[in-house]
């Protein structure tokens, strides 16, 4: 019942930032946690940064806190990930995921709805 559609990925320096926004589709979007998870070439999907639907209360990957901020637009039915001082091992696709319950499984398998993914690369 909830589609997801990534955009906002691309091409970067090292120590650049980069915005990648997410729609959601239902009137229910404000009552499911939001998150990413990215997946490097031969890696498996990792988990990055969650948002709950109701205080908006986050949680990220340590590997990107501080660098990385997820917020989220229930009116208009968006989720964004902020992405500054970039460097190449944040290459990878990113996906838009969601799920009913807050935080989300940092196990890809227990995440319910998933995007499509975006590209995104940050070159040295």
């Known amino acids: 019942q909830v589609q997801l559609v990534e955009s906002g990925g691309g091409l970067v320096q090292a120590g650049g930032s980069l915005r990648l926004s997410c729609a959601a589709s239902?009137?229910?979007?404000?009552?499911?946690?939001m998150g990413w998870f990215r997946q490097a070439p031969g890696k498996e999907r990792e988990f990055v940064a969650v948002?709950?639907?109701?205080?908006?209360?986050?949680y990220y990957a340590d590997s990107v806190r501080g660098r990385f901020t997820i917020s989220r637009d229930n009116a208009k039915n968006m989720v964004y990930l902020q992405m500054n001082s970039l460097n190449p091992e944040d290459t990878a696709v990113y996906y838009c995921?969601?799920?009913?319950?807050?935080?989300?499984?940092?196990?890809?398998?227990?995440?319910?709805?998933w995007g499509q993914g975006t590209q995104v690369t940050v070159s040295s």
């Open positions: 948002i709950s639907g109701r205080d908006s209360s986050t």
């Open positions: 239902g009137r229910t979007f404000s009552s499911y946690a």
């Open positions: 995921v969601a799920d009913a319950g807050f935080p989300l499984s940092s196990n890809p398998r227990a995440i319910r709805y």
